[in-house]
């Protein structure tokens, strides 16, 4: 994919299938975007990207994850 950042540094970006992700004004982050989801995360918390798997894996199909 592509990613077009705009003031913006030390970002993380993933993204397929020819996504295009814009970012405008932000730094640090981590962002993943995939055919299924897409995440937006502090590089500071990427630990915590693990409690957030978690609590995906409990949802059942179509859940809520509010």
């Keep these: 994919g592509t990613a077009i950042i705009e003031q913006g540094g030390g970002n993380i ?11 405008i004004g932000a730094d640090d982050l981590i962002i ?3 055919k299924d ?3 937006v995360c502090p590089k500071n918390r990427a630990q915590d ?3 957030l798997l978690k609590r995906i894996e409990g949802l059942p199909k179509g859940g809520s994850w509010l």
């Design 13 to 23: 970006l993933y993204t397929e299938d020819g996504h295009l992700v814009g970012v």
């Design 37 to 39: 989801a897409t995440l």
């Design 32 to 34: 993943v975007h995939t």
């Design 49 to 51: 990207i693990k409690l």
